[in-house]
């Protein structure tokens, strides 16, 4: 008979073999994530928690909601015909036709205001060359002399004016646009211009407004519940680029308002959210990136968790562990709480706290027990584990929105806010050194908060350029986006 080997003697082979397992897992989960990334469309992904709410609409909700969502926009087509620059073109008769048809009689008469038809056209923007001449005048005992004010200037002696540079910032910010780009349609108007010059403009500009970008920041950092997150930016070198990392942080007002600020830093660390939050209490949503530890320590802000985060890994898992589906239900169920309280007006307010303890809280803890029934099956490394790993350890963070009406459920509010930062930085590449960098956040951070509250940002910019150079700084708050009346020739021209 063959001799039995001890169960020690596999041990090794059954570690090894667990071994493999995970890193084939990992592999697996890597391979499915890079074809998503390289394929695009053509790779299945999940859809989006609006998405899957729609789909759950009954007939009647879908058909009101559909009556409600066809209502908005033509309100909002109502209000941008209103507000269109509107010019009248009349057509008459020419005067082989100025005749009846039947009799054939020329006394013709006007019928009421004619036919009425309204026609978009697009009008080529123009850049205008302004010769400005200023009246002398003289007495004539010879020793008196009197000239009219120059016009105002963003820089003295400047050839330059504020909507020319306002364009300039809003072409790069809002737009996207690369200054080298902008210079090649300047000259095609008419204007000779070079890169460098805009360059020269867009800091101006910076500069000057950098105490207003700098007042948003600190409303923002006073605020009970404030987002934040952060992306990568190259700064350009002599020899090669380095990475430096735009920081945006923004909250919502009692008003509805929002605020948006950005920072620029050379670093990743917990630096920058110390400067620009240290000391304040509140709430702080992020996600689980340590660099905000440090303002989220004891006696300090209490963290938010991200449900959008927690998604985005289970949603990965989904390849290698089909299980991860029963965890992405429950996250769905837990928007569709919201989405309740956003189609019952209670957003915000107290009967939104009750609706989430009855309904939120039995959802986390069923979710919970799955989480930890999950736990053990699945090896750490693996993306089920990492996906398990994280929603359990952010446990608390992720759970904090139940007993606190204001609080969302995800950061994808900052991370909206940093979409344009990512397109930007297609297009523009980098930037060119720190000073630039703080320069671009600043001027970001007013368009943004212009673009949020329905602003157009170049006609603010065009007004507080001027304004803010004689502006007392006790009502600085007056030149803030979300708080500016326009000066009354920037209300005449918009």
């Given at each position: 008979?063959?001799?039995?080997?001890?169960?020690?003697?596999?041990?090794?082979?059954?570690?090894?073999a667990?071994?493999?397992?995970?890193?084939?897992?990992?592999?697996?989960?890597?391979m499915?994530?890079?074809?998503?990334?390289?394929?695009?469309?053509?790779?299945?992904?999940?859809?989006?928690?609006?998405?899957?709410?729609?789909?759950?609409?009954?007939?009647?909700?879908?058909?009101?909601?559909?009556?409600?969502?066809?209502q908005?926009?033509?309100?909002?087509?109502?209000?941008?015909?209103?507000?269109?620059?509107?010019?009248?073109?009349?057509?008459?008769?020419?005067?082989?036709?100025?005749?009846?048809?039947?009799?054939?009689?020329?006394?013709?008469k006007?019928?009421?205001?004619?036919?009425?038809?309204?026609?978009?056209?697009?009008?080529?923007?123009?850049?205008?060359?302004?010769?400005?001449?200023?009246?002398?005048?003289?007495?004539?005992?010879?020793?008196?002399?009197?000239?009219?004010?120059?016009?105002?200037?963003?820089?003295?002696?400047?050839?330059?004016?504020?909507?020319?540079?306002?364009?300039?910032?809003?072409?790069?910010?809002?737009?996207?646009?690369?200054?080298?780009?902008?210079?090649?349609?300047?000259?095609?108007?008419?204007?000779?211009?070079?890169?460098?010059?805009?360059?020269?403009?867009?800091?101006?500009?910076?500069?000057?407004?950098?105490?207003?970008?700098?007042?948003?920041?600190?409303?923002?950092?006073?605020?009970?519940?404030?987002?934040a997150?952060?992306?990568?930016?190259?700064?350009?070198?002599?020899?090669?680029?380095?990475?430096?990392?735009?920081?945006?942080?923004?909250?919502?007002?009692?008003?509805?308002?929002w605020?948006?600020?950005?920072?620029?830093?050379?670093?990743?660390?917990?630096?920058?959210?110390?400067?620009?939050?240290?000391?304040?209490?509140?709430?702080?949503?992020?996600?689980?990136?340590?660099?905000?530890?440090?303002?989220?320590?004891?006696?300090?802000?209490?963290?938010?968790?991200?449900?959008?985060?927690?998604?985005?890994?289970?949603?990965?898992?989904?390849?290698?562990?089909?299980?991860?589906?029963?965890?992405?239900?429950?996250?769905?169920?837990?928007?569709?709480?919201?989405?309740?309280?956003?189609?019952?007006?209670?957003?915000?307010?107290?009967?939104?706290?009750?609706?989430?303890?009855?309904?939120?809280?039995p959802?986390?803890?069923?979710?919970?027990?799955?989480?930890?029934?999950?736990?053990?099956?699945?090896?750490?490394?693996?993306?089920?584990?990492?996906?398990?790993?994280?929603?359990?350890?952010?446990?608390?963070?992720?759970?904090?929105?139940?007993?606190?009406?204001?609080?969302?459920?995800?950061?994808?509010?900052?991370?909206?806010?940093?979409?344009?930062?990512?397109?930007?930085?297609?297009?523009?590449?980098?930037?060119?050194?720190?000073?630039?960098?703080?320069?671009?956040?600043?001027?970001?951070?007013?368009?943004?908060?212009?673009?949020?509250n329905?602003?157009?940002?170049?006609?603010?910019?065009?007004?507080?350029l001027?304004?803010?150079?004689?502006?007392?700084?006790?009502?600085?708050?007056?030149?803030?986006?979300h708080?500016?009346?326009?000066?009354?020739d920037?209300?005449?021209?918009?």
């Amino acid at each position: 008979m063959p001799r039995e080997l001890p169960l020690d003697h596999f041990c090794p082979w059954r570690e090894e073999a667990e071994e493999l397992r995970e890193r084939l897992t990992t592999l697996e989960a890597k391979m499915a994530s890079l074809e998503r990334h390289v394929f695009g469309k053509k790779a299945e992904r999940l859809p989006t928690v609006r998405q899957q709410l729609r789909a759950e609409r009954t007939d009647t909700e879908e058909a009101a909601q559909a009556q409600a969502a066809l209502q908005k926009r033509r309100e909002r087509a109502a209000r941008k015909r209103e507000q269109a620059p509107t010019r009248e073109v009349r057509h008459a008769v020419p005067e082989q036709q100025r005749q009846c048809p039947a009799c054939g009689s020329q006394e013709l008469k006007p019928l009421g205001a004619g036919r009425i038809s309204a026609l978009y056209e697009y009008i080529p923007p123009r850049f205008e060359r302004q010769v400005h001449v200023q009246e002398t005048l003289a007495c004539a005992c010879g020793k008196g002399v009197v000239t009219a004010p120059p016009p105002p200037k963003v820089v003295d002696r400047g050839e330059y004016g504020p909507g020319f540079i306002a364009h300039v910032v809003a072409s790069k910010c809002a737009d996207s646009l690369p200054l080298h780009r902008l210079a090649q349609r300047v000259e095609r108007a008419g204007v000779p211009m070079s890169r460098s010059t805009l360059t020269d403009l867009f800091h101006r500009a910076a500069e000057g407004v950098a105490p207003l970008a700098a007042r948003l920041l600190l409303l923002i950092s006073q605020s009970a519940v404030v987002w934040a997150d952060e992306t990568p930016l190259r700064v350009l070198e002599v020899k090669k680029t380095h990475l430096g990392y735009l920081w945006t942080f923004l909250t919502q007002n009692e008003q509805g308002q929002w605020l948006i600020g950005y920072r620029f830093s050379m670093s990743r660390s917990g630096k920058t959210p110390q400067q620009v939050l240290n000391g304040t209490l509140g709430a702080l949503v992020v996600d689980a990136y340590t660099g905000y530890n440090p303002v989220t320590l004891p006696g300090g802000r209490i963290r938010v968790g991200c449900w959008s985060h927690a998604r985005r890994k289970f949603f990965d898992a989904l390849s290698t562990a089909p299980e991860a589906q029963q965890a992405l239900d429950f996250i769905l169920s837990l928007y569709r709480v919201e989405h309740e309280a956003v189609q019952t007006g209670v957003v915000r307010m107290l009967t939104h706290r009750a609706l989430r303890q009855h309904k939120s809280r039995p959802i986390l803890q069923a979710l919970h027990a799955w989480l930890t029934a999950q736990l053990p099956l699945h090896p750490p490394k693996s993306p089920m584990g990492q996906a398990l790993s994280y929603t359990l350890h952010q446990w608390q963070p992720l759970c904090r929105f139940v007993d606190d009406e204001r609080l969302p459920l995800d950061n994808n509010r900052s991370e909206g806010a940093l979409r344009k930062v990512a397109l930007g930085r297609k297009n523009f590449l980098f930037v060119g050194h720190q000073a630039a960098g703080e320069n671009l956040a600043g001027l970001y951070a007013l368009v943004a908060t212009c673009e949020a509250n329905g602003i157009n940002p170049e006609l603010y910019l065009q007004d507080v350029l001027l304004r803010v150079q004689t502006h007392p700084n006790s009502r600085i708050d007056e030149l803030l986006p979300h708080l500016w009346k326009p000066h009354l020739d920037v209300a005449a021209a918009a």
